[in-house]
């Protein structure tokens, strides 16, 4: 079995993601990270806590998944919170497309869920080579499958600090958008990168960003919110780790919407 699924408790830092020097992070980059740890600890602290092992059994129960299915969760791994929310999207929407940045538990949810739910495809990336192909076994052993992809953290955008993933086989329309990676190490703002996909969101869609509760996070949300008015955004903090959840809106009722209040 993968060591994604190992029953013992994970480190605070995710994994280490090898880099070219080209691409590595810069001086600067090196110690906003470490300065921006100061204020973030609680938060990470907090992470390793990945739910009770009764919401843990319940999600298992919903699924129709064995016992020992799911990995101990929390630090870079998700809270049963998230994996909740994600069925319930996943019930609400029947999306045909999800794409999620950051494999892992998250992976196994969201291909059972489509298969309960009439279908659909999940096209998961994730800058570790070795995880992305034990991801696949794990996946065939419970029956499932996915389209996964290795995505080196190799890309910058002048809008963002930080690396972001090389993209591959994106699919045009997304329906459900999960955004657990890059880890924070790269960079407390590198998942504000994510909105180079937001415009392939269906109306309707919606966007799952992890660990929101963040400052990081947090200062990107906001950014997000001023930038993105066809999307609607809200906090949601029952999870350990807090969850952002974007909608974008249906077209028709949006443009009625601007075409008010200008009229106003």
């Not at 657990?180 to 996909?197: N, S, T």
Request: contains cysteine; aromatic residues 8%; glycine residues 10%.
């Amino acid at each position: 079995m993968p060591d994604l699924t190992t029953k013992y408790l994970t480190g605070l830092l995710a994994k280490d993601a090898s880099k070219p020097a080209k691409h590595a992070r810069t001086a600067g980059e090196r110690a906003f990270q470490i300065a921006f740890g100061a204020v973030q600890w609680p938060w990470l602290l907090k992470s390793l806590y990945g739910g009770t092992q009764a919401q843990k059994t319940a999600l298992l129960d919903r699924l129709g998944l064995p016992r020992d299915a799911l990995p101990h969760l929390g630090s870079w791994k998700a809270d049963t919170y998230l994996l909740h929310r994600i069925v319930d999207e996943i019930e609400a929407l029947r999306p045909q497309h999800v794409v999620e940045l950051g494999s892992g538990a998250t992976s196994l949810v969201i291909a059972k869920a489509l298969s309960m739910s009439g279908g659909g495809r999940l096209h998961s990336y994730d800058q570790h080579e070795p995880f992305v192909a034990q991801m696949h076994g794990w996946l065939e052993a419970n029956q499932l499958s996915a389209e996964f992809h290795h995505a080196p953290l190799t890309q910058r955008d002048p809008a963002w600090p930080g690396l972001w993933y090389d993209l591959c086989h994106v699919p045009q329309v997304i329906d459900l958008l999960v955004i657990d990676g890059p880890p924070w190490a790269v960079h407390p703002f590198a998942r504000g990168m994510a909105e180079r996909l937001f415009e392939r969101l269906s109306p309707g869609g919606a966007i799952l960003l992890d660990d929101a509760a963040r400052p990081g996070e947090r200062i990107v949300a906001r950014r997000w919110s001023r930038k993105w008015k066809d999307f609607e955004f809200s906090l949601e903090g029952g999870g350990t780790k807090g969850l952002l959840v974007g909608r974008r809106r249906q077209h028709t009722s949006y443009v009625q919407e601007m075409t008010a209040e200008a009229a106003a």
